[in-house]
């Protein structure tokens, strides 16, 4: 809904924003050609043209403007909108006096660009908006629509938003987690790289947490529902990203209160410059041109717009890339910043794991060196070793889907290794995997594995 209303906001304010270029644009060419002398555009600039120009720019382009400043005289405050709205008025009736009454200078164009110019300034924040939203859109779509949960025994498919806390929910291999819970049963590696930064998928077992929007990769999960909806650590994190964007930082607020006081004051500037040039000329004209200037300078624009928009665009870029801002305070702080505190795995690193070295231990690790550390050690083998090794892992690894596996194969095709075949392959949820190659039962794991197996893994422990 919050996003269809922002889409329905940009769409409203192009529309605004093109008629008022499409109008003001002609009479900004024709006044800066006539200044450098080219003829044959000066009717932009006389009779009724410029007043036909400017009217829809005044009056549907600008409406907002209206609207803004009488909330804000209603409310008992004046804001940006209030000399937008004044300046324009004064600038676009003296014009209209001048073009029906008697013969002067118009400042048609004046009003209407200075709408235009505007109206660009609100549409390029609506978009940064609109861009920031994209992040947390982003976040929410990590949520999946429905759920597997058991209910009198039965395995019933609901929507996410419909599981209760209690509720025991299934997850298979490759699916992401709706909710958090705490594993009731089952074995598996979860990805929570969305939350940690952390590669490296995590091994859950029956006790431990996992939380909503997590990648179950490869064992099947039940868990009890503990959080759901609005009580989710996604859906805090969400709400954190919202709230930061919705904050104000400190020069923000400062602006704020400068802008209370300034807007009063560029009014009772304004009046006075009008008193002053009428009583020294007595031209009503040159008094009103004045008071006009001194309001259209005044308009500090870039005062209402360039801090919310930034922080927006910054709590939005960060969300994006993982970094949430507690609010916009934290975001102007982040500048005296003498030390930061990073995560290694996913943030100082690529976060994707690499071979980097190849020990062969047990009766082959002296293969071909004639001499080195025995049938037991881990040191003196030779290349010929190390390849048998890699190609054998490489055909059980490529069958997994876990991160070091991958690194295996692709460790194992970086050397130009012929990768055979594995049969018999079983994923070892909590220890490892194990399969048939070329007739030999093969075991890759942890040294929980080649303990539950009977091997000794000292040797392996060693050379850590």
């Known amino acids: 809904r919050e996003q269809k209303a922002r889409s329905r906001e940009i769409a409203r304010l192009k529309g605004r924003f093109y008629v008022a270029a499409a109008c003001s644009l002609p009479m900004l060419l024709a006044m800066i050609l006539h200044l450098f002398g080219v003829k044959g555009f000066d009717w932009l600039m006389t009779g009724l043209v410029p007043f036909l120009l400017a009217t829809p720019v005044q009056f549907y382009s600008g409406a907002q403007f209206y609207v803004g400043a009488y909330r804000s005289l209603k409310s008992g405050s004046a804001n940006m909108d209030v000399l937008v709205a004044m300046g324009t008025s004064a600038a676009y009736f003296y014009s209209v006096v001048i073009t029906f009454t008697t013969s002067g200078h118009v400042y048609f164009e004046s009003s209407a660009i200075i709408i235009t110019l505007v109206l660009l300034g609100k549409l390029l924040e609506a978009a940064a908006r609109g861009r920031t939203s994209e992040a947390i859109k982003k976040l929410m779509g990590l949520v999946p629509k429905t759920a597997w949960v058991i209910r009198n025994g039965q395995e019933l498919e609901i929507a996410v938003a419909e599981v209760v806390p209690g509720d025991v ?28 930064g952390e590669s490296l998928p995590v091994e859950k077992e029956p006790g431990d947490a996992v939380t909503g929007a997590t990648i179950n990769k490869n064992g099947l999960l039940k868990f009890r529902a503990e959080k759901t909806g609005k ?14 964007q919705g904050s104000k930082a400190p020069i923000q607020r400062l602006a704020d209160v400068i802008s209370g006081y300034f807007v009063p004051a560029v009014l009772g500037i304004a009046v006075l410059t009008f008193i002053i040039w009428y ?5 009503f004209a040159t008094a009103l041109i004045n008071f006009t200037s001194v309001l259209v300078i005044a ?25 949430l801002f507690k609010g916009g305070e934290h975001l102007e702080r982040a500048h005296s910043l003498t030390a930061i505190i990073l995560d290694k795995t996913g943030t100082i690193t690529k976060g994707e794991p690499q071979v980097t070295d190849v020990r062969v231990c047990g009766a082959d690790a002296g293969a071909g060196a004639g001499a080195g550390a025995g049938a037991e050690g881990c040191a003196g083998t030779d290349a010929d070793a190390e390849g048998r090794l890699l190609r ?14 991958q690194a295996i194969v692709i460790k194992a095709r970086d050397n130009g290794i012929t990768i055979p075949e594995a049969t018999s392959f079983e994923a070892l949820p909590g220890y490892g995997v194990a399969a048939v190659v070329e007739g030999q039962t093969l075991l890759i794991g942890n040294a ?3 303990a539950s197996k009977g091997i000794a893994a000292e040797a392996f422990q060693e050379q850590r």
């Open 169 to 196: 929910v299934i997850v298979r291999p490759g699916e992401r987690i709706p909710v958090d819970g705490q594993v009731l049963e089952g074995h598996s590696a979860v990805d929570e790289s969305m939350l940690t």
């Open 231 to 244: 009580d989710t650590v996604l859906a805090r994190i969400i709400r954190l990203v919202e709230e930061a």
């Open 299 to 323: 308009c500090p624009c870039a005062l209402g717009l360039a801090t919310p928009t930034a922080i927006m665009v910054g709590t939005g870029k960060g969300a994006e890339n993982g970094i």
């Open 279 to 283: 009583i020294l000329t007595g031209e």
């Open 392 to 405: 054998l892992a490489a055909a059980v690894e490529k069958n997994s889907e876990h991160p070091l596996a």
């Open 448 to 450: 929980r594995l080649m």
